[in-house]
């Protein structure tokens, strides 16, 4: 299919269902954009070996893809669930197979972080790096300076994991902070619950497959990150770290 032909047939499409009054039009608009704007700009700067350029190029087999950039993708599946506990996880190096990784935030020092590297971690590697051997995980950077001692989170109960089923959302409060509970595909992430544009409330928008849409000004959050996925430069939500304990949603509001 040529150029003009598929771009008048995309439009088409996107007008029937607008017509049908069908969101996921204006859903898929947003994701196409959200992917191909930042590698655009890239490769229209030259930055052809920027991971977001490669990873556009690759997507239509114009380039190979390395080894970096396939652990990266991998681990961008899994840093939504980690960054939802208050974990950080940064790839140090590739070769031969070996991912080597450094763990930091809540995962530094935290027994069940070996938990998630071998499960979490690992399957992500397995499933989109076809070259992998195996993960190393190196020991933390020395902190040279402390400015102020970090605040262990305090979690409180917010809800029974029963109440909140795969694609609904609830709003509880926490210590009087409110807090916007999503399940995305059985997994659980916590937010403060005020869009980033303005504080209004969350709950009455709709959460489609990872995406969070506001029903004030329609703006697109990823549920598990809250990460803008339509417009990269507006700041997104922030993430509250969550736990469970025999069956409970308990959220940490207080180093959040």
Not at 39 to 65: F, N
Not at 119 to 124: D, P, Q, T, W
Not at 151 to 162: G, K, L, N, T
Not at 227 to 254: M, S, Y
């Amino acid at each position: 299919m040529d150029f003009d032909k598929a771009v008048a047939e995309l439009d088409a499409l996107v007008q029937t269902l607008e017509r049908d009054s069908d969101e996921r039009a204006l859903m898929l608009l947003q994701l196409v954009d959200a992917i191909h704007r930042p590698a655009l700009k890239r490769i229209l700067a030259g930055e052809l070996d920027h991971p977001d350029a490669r990873s556009l190029l690759a997507m239509y087999d114009l380039v190979e893809v390395d080894d970096e950039v396939l652990v990266e993708e991998a681990l961008d599946q899994v840093r939504p669930y980690i960054d939802s506990h208050g974990g950080e996880v940064e790839l140090l190096d590739v070769h031969d197979g070996v991912v080597h990784l450094r763990l930091g935030g809540s995962c530094d020092g935290c027994a069940a972080s070996a938990m998630t590297l071998r499960r979490g971690i690992e399957h992500a590697l397995r499933a989109h790096y076809p070259g992998f051997k195996e993960v190393v995980a190196e020991a933390p950077a020395p902190k040279l300076l402390q400015i102020a001692p970090m605040r262990r989170p305090v979690f409180v109960d917010v809800a029974s994991v029963e109440e909140l089923s795969s694609g609904e959302l609830q709003a509880v409060l926490a210590d009087g902070v409110p807090v916007l509970l999503a399940n995305v595909d059985g997994e659980i992430y916590a937010f403060k619950n005020g869009c980033a544009l303005d504080g209004r409330p969350l709950e009455g928008g709709r959460l489609s497959g990872s995406v969070l849409l506001c029903p004030w000004h329609n703006c697109a959050y990823d549920a598990r990150s809250g990460k803008r996925v339509d417009d990269e430069a507006d700041a997104g939500l922030a993430v509250v770290p969550i736990a469970f304990q025999h069956g409970t949603v308990r959220v940490a509001v207080n180093v959040a």
